[in-house]
């Protein structure tokens, strides 16, 4: 069956440009998940949907971060005016229930590069 | 201090070695640990859940040491395809924000 899916996979953008990052998660899956992954360092978690509510946001580093999965199913994490430090992989992951503990499938990741 | 703490290797071993790694957590209250393994520019996966009493699957055994704040995953004869970073991670209280992932553990398998 098909499993997380997100795009671009790769991303270039110059410093200032405005970015939009899509997960397409596992069909049914109630809980959608973004997390940052620096080079050499383990996910960060970024935000946290439990259908299309966004129940926490407090990993976001900065009010440029917005993210929305406004029909339950698809999110989009959107970056403004994107500064280097931005650069890092970014990966969606979903799980079936709304427990933290529930099993997290990842996506393959979008790599943003910011020249 | 970092939520979870790991030796990020890399730890480079012969084909059937028995290697170990261990990974510290700050919050005495973490509730739920897990392994995943992260291939070279790949999604992490789930490899396993960390029970108290300990588990294993197959040539991987899972423990956790709640006095000592660690868990600590054991790879018996190694694999050229166990080839990869294991991420440690706890989760402590409820909410998604208290899910913590390590820097992760470089293991290379080496013919």
């Known amino acids: 069956g098909a499993g997380v899916s997100q795009s671009p996979r790769y991303k270039v953008a110059k410093r200032g440009q405005d970015v939009a990052l899509r997960c397409d998660p596992i069909?049914?899956?109630?809980?959608l998940f973004w997390y940052q992954q620096a080079l050499g360092q383990g996910p960060e978690f970024l935000t946290y949907?439990?259908?299309?509510?966004?129940?926490?946001k407090s990993g976001l580093p900065s009010d440029r971060f917005f993210a929305e999965r406004p029909e339950g199913s698809v999110s989009t994490l959107k970056i403004q005016r994107t500064q280097q430090e931005d650069s890092a992989v970014y990966l969606c992951?979903?799980?079936?229930?709304?427990?933290?503990?529930?099993?997290?499938?990842f996506g393959p990741g979008t790599r943003l590069t910011v020249l | 201090r970092k939520e979870v703490e790991q030796d990020p290797g890399p730890f480079n071993v012969p084909e059937g070695a028995t290697v170990a790694f261990n990974c510290t957590y700050s919050?005495?209250?973490?509730?739920?640990f897990f392994w995943y393994r992260q291939d070279c520019r790949k999604e992490p996966k789930l490899l396993m859940s960390?029970?108290?009493s300990g588990n294993e699957d197959g040539r991987f055994t899972a423990q956790l040491n709640r006095a000592s704040q660690y868990i600590s995953l054991l790879i018996r004869d190694s694999k050229l395809s166990d080839s990869a970073t294991y991420l440690c991670?706890?989760?402590?209280?409820?909410?998604?924000?208290?899910?913590?992932f390590g820097t992760g553990t470089r293991l290379t398998v080496i013919p």
């Open positions: 992951a979903s799980s079936l229930d709304w427990l933290y503990t529930d099993t997290q499938y």
């Open positions: 069909s049914g899956h109630v809980s």
């Open positions: 949907f439990q259908n299309e509510a966004q129940l926490d």
């Open positions: 919050n005495s209250a973490s509730q739920s």
């Open positions: 960390v029970y108290s």
């Open positions: 991670v706890a989760i402590y209280q409820t909410g998604a924000n208290n899910l913590f």
